[in-house]
Structures are given as structure tokens and as C-alpha cells.
């Protein structure tokens, strides 16, 4: 079994709906990432959380919003999608410490119409 | 390759080949860095980390060269095979400063082995 696992995996939708895409882990780490990958700009970190109590925004978070509802579970919304958002998206985890890596799921790839 | 614009840099090699990918980085704060392979359909896969202590690491088939001076950092490929074929990233991080934990991604380079 994965051990970080997104759902849905690709998810259609259209200009101005509520979104939300769903991470889970059973790494047992405490930090949990989201990214969006556009092609030729790499990934970029959207917000990022360190226990279940902490946020923090990160590079690009206008127009999204996270929920870290138990240390395995962190959520990413989009409260009203624009086309600009069709992207790749990525969850992550690391274990605590600075020198560790990141480990990613398989993406969720969304669709603004 | 370096980063160009919008257009991924890519390599193409023949099977058995050395291959080579280069990074730039842009914080010379940085001291912490990663290679991520990504196939396609999948999410990024650690390859190698090394730390700015460090001017080489080496894995299987996998060596990491970090230059400081020149805020350069490579990853070369030894016997290239067509199960390497992905896009290659790499991150880096001030680990031991304020931005630990957070990576910033260059844009990639795609490499291609041709049987």
C-alpha cells in the first residue's frame, strides 16, 4: 500500500465551485505539503504544516485554504476555482528534523473549466 | 542544462551513457539539497540529498556534486538505462535556518535514454 495517498486522482470542475483535495499518510510523520506543479515551473509549495496545530502559508496560498485534521489527514481547498488553478497537485510529508526528505504521493491532477 | 524560461532543459542519451543533469540554485543560505526522479503519472521519488558540509555524495549508480562557490549542484547517472528516463528535480533548503522543512524546487530537466 502507498504510504501517501491523495484522493480523487484527476477531478474535473468549474469556474467558482468548492473543491477539496484529500492527503493521507501512514508514515507517521509530522510534517505534511502541498504543491502545484504547472508545466516548465517545478513545484511550488502552496502551504505547509509542521504538527496538527500548526499552518503556515507558503509560496503561492492566494486562493486556497488547508485543514489539518488529525496528524495522517491534511486537506487542500479550493473555496471558489478559477482556471488558473488547473494544475498538477501534490502532498508531501517529512519526518521532524531539518535533514530529512520529503516523500510525495501520486498527484491529483485538477481541471477548471 | 540550465533553467530556460518556461521550456524544460532536456538530455537525450543512448543506453549505457554517463548522464549528467545540472541545478543551479539561487540561495547561498541553502545547506541542504535533494535530487527528486519524476516519471510520468507519478509523484516526485527521492534519489539523493547531500548537505553544503559535503562537495560529493555517492548512492547506487547516483553521485551528487555540490559546488558553494558557484552555487552549482549535479547529479550524474552512471550506465544510464531507459528506466531512468523522468524528469529530474532539484530542491534545496536553508535546513538549518528559518526556511527548515520547506524546499524550493528548481524547474527540472528532462532526460531521455534511447535504447
Known amino acids: 500500500d502507498a504510504d501517501v495517498t491523495q484522493t480523487p486522482r484527476n477531478r474535473i470542475t468549474k469556474t467558482g465551485k468548492r473543491i477539496m483535495l484529500e492527503c493521507s499518510q501512514t508514515?507517521?510523520?509530522?510534517?505534511m505539503y502541498w504543491y502545484r506543479q504547472d508545466p516548465g515551473l517545478g513545484l511550488r509549495l502552496i502551504y505547509y504544516?509542521?504538527?496538527?496545530?500548526?499552518?503556515n502559508k507558503g509560496e503561492i496560498s492566494d486562493g486556497y485554504s488547508v485543514s489539518r485534521q488529525a496528524q495522517a489527514k491534511f486537506s487542500l481547498s479550493l473555496e471558489s476555482a478559477i482556471p488558473n488553478q488547473t494544475a498538477l497537485y501534490f502532498c508531501?510529508?517529512?519526518?521532524?528534523?531539518?535533514?530529512?526528505?520529503?516523500?510525495f504521493g501520486p498527484g491529483t491532477r485538477l481541471t477548471v473549466l | 542544462g540550465e533553467s530556460v524560461g518556461l521550456h524544460l532543459p532536456t538530455l537525450s542519451v543512448q543506453e549505457g551513457d554517463n548522464s549528467i543533469i545540472n541545478c543551479a540554485y539561487s540561495?547561498?543560505?541553502?545547506?541542504?539539497f535533494i535530487w527528486y526522479k519524476q516519471e510520468s503519472g507519478k509523484g516526485p521519488q527521492f534519489i539523493i540529498d547531500?548537505?553544503?558540509?559535503?562537495d560529493k555524495r555517492q548512492g547506487q549508480r547516483v553521485t551528487v556534486l555540490l559546488n558553494k562557490t558557484v552555487k552549482h549542484l549535479s547529479l550524474q547517472i552512471a550506465a544510464t538505462q531507459p528506466g531512468d528516463s523522468a524528469v529530474y528535480f532539484c530542491?534545496?533548503?536553508?535546513?538549518?535556518?528559518?526556511?527548515?522543512?520547506?524546499?524550493?524546487f528548481g524547474q527540472g530537466t528532462i532526460l531521455t535514454v534511447h535504447p
Open positions: 508531501a510529508t517529512s519526518s521532524g528534523g531539518s535533514y530529512n526528505e520529503q516523500f
Open positions: 508514515k507517521g510523520h509530522d510534517r
Open positions: 540561495n547561498s543560505a541553502s545547506d541542504y
Open positions: 547531500i548537505r553544503s558540509n559535503m
Open positions: 504544516s509542521f504538527d496538527v496545530k500548526d499552518i
Open positions: 530542491a534545496e533548503t536553508n535546513a538549518g535556518g528559518t526556511s527548515y522543512g520547506k524546499l524550493t
